[in-house]
Nanobody
Framework: QVQLVESGGGLVQAGGSLRLSCAASVRFFSINAMGWYRQAPGKQRELVAAITSGGSTNYVDSVKGRFTISRDNAKNTVYLQMDSLKPEDTAVYYC??????????????WGQGTQVTVSS
């Protein structure tokens, strides 16, 4: 199995920046896509950004130009650099990792979540 440890959330004023990290401990599996989701109170969890093993990225429209996802394959770590934060970015952010072993089946695992609060 793959275990994920998130860090980097916190409280920041609007216009500020935060950087989230998610480190995956993995044995006998290869990691495919990595991503960040968020869930605000009373709302559904949504994909914020994702990055493939080859480095292709995609973002939800509301964060394009402000957030940057990246990964360090040697460290099995994915990052989310969040700039120009807005109060509507306030949510619990979850790391998501898709991985597989020797079979074609793809597993998915979630981090524990980290709170991001943006004050106006």
């Amino acid at each position: 199995q793959v275990q994920l440890v998130e860090s980097g959330g916190g409280l920041v004023q609007a216009g500020g920046s935060l950087r989230l990290s998610c480190a995956a401990s993995v044995r006998f599996f290869s990691i495919n896509a990595m991503g960040w989701y968020r869930q605000a109170p009373g709302k559904q969890r949504e994909l914020v950004a994702a990055i493939t093993s080859g480095g292709s990225t995609n973002y939800v429209d509301s964060v394009k130009g402000r957030f940057t996802i990246s990964r360090d394959n040697a460290k099995n770590t994915v990052y989310l650099q969040m700039d120009s934060l807005k109060p509507e970015d306030t949510a619990v952010y979850y790391c998501n990792v898709k991985y597989r072993g020797i079979t074609p089946y793809e597993y998915t695992n979630w981090g524990q979540g980290t709170q991001v609060t943006v004050s106006s």
